[in-house]
């Protein structure tokens, strides 16, 4: 089996190289030019080029446009990363008969409620960043090539910046700290994504099962607050050893914390469909995220 991994160097695309690489033949690009061939999403003629040399069996694109504040001045960029480039994806996965796996966001939701959505509950983005996600499923679907679209939330990794990483920084300098309460999800680790997304393409390639095309929600087992994360992340770095200043963690609104894009506060995702269609448990948000402070801290 051929595999192209689009968007290598992120939190997700990282650990993807891990994951994909014992199911066959990966090829693994990010935006700089490899060898001749482009995983750069704004190029469009190389990205096609790319694709008939590469000639993949599975197209895993965990490249996107996801500065979800900048998105708001620069819309045209994120449309053509975000959608654009999923429409000439589909099409070329749709007439070489591969398998396309990309992921997409709770942000395609508006947030309300306090229930965890399903797959086909009606979509509402109330950013850039939401619409663009949500019309590269829509190009996704319209191609009609075989594809798995994995919606997930808060993710995070050990490589690179995260929520974790900056929480531990400021409680280190400051003796107070103020954290959103009004904004729930599941925080989800890159590499249970990865791990997730091989179960996945290792199933779907080797039944054949075309029914198995589809949107899925992808997050981890749980949910809580960014305060909520927040003090998790903190009083488990202390267990561990690490010496930090701050003694409150102050509950604040969304409100109190204005950006220019809206956040959705219902970042809930119900996983059922995957969980029973593949077979798969999904852990607990505390395990992955000790996991990574176990790693970043040591």
Known sequence: ????????????????????APLGALVALDR?????????????DGLRA???????????????????????SEPGLARQINA???ELLGA??????????????????????????????????LSVYGRTKLEGEDAIRASACRHLILRTSWVYAARGGNFAR??????????RLSVIFDQIGAPTGAELIADVTAQLVAQVTRTRDDSLSGVYHLVARGET????YARFVIDEARKRGATLKVDEIAPIPSSAYPTPAARPANSRLDTT??????GLNLPDWRLGVGRMLDEILT
């Open 166 to 175: 900056t929480m531990l920084k400021l409680a280190a300098e400051r003796e």
């Open 50 to 72: 790319t694709v008939a040399r590469v000639a993949p069996d599975v197209i895993v694109n965990a490249a996107a446009h996801t500065a979800v504040d900048r998105a708001e």
């Open 84 to 86: 654009t480039a999923l």
């Open 1 to 20: 089996m051929k595999i192209l991994l689009l968007g290598a160097s992120g939190q997700v695309g990282w650990e993807l190289q891990r994951a994909l």
């Open 92 to 125: 070329e996965a749709r007439t070489r008969g591969a398998w396309l796996v990309h992921y997409s966001t709770d942000y395609v939701f508006d947030g309300s409620g306090d229930h965890a959505r399903r797959e086909d509950a009606p979509t509402g983005p």
């Open 225 to 228: 607050s960014w305060h909520g």
């Open 273 to 278: 469909r995957l969980r029973t269609t593949f």
């Open 32 to 44: 700089q030019p490899r060898d001749g061939l482009v995983g750069d999403l704004t190029d469009e």
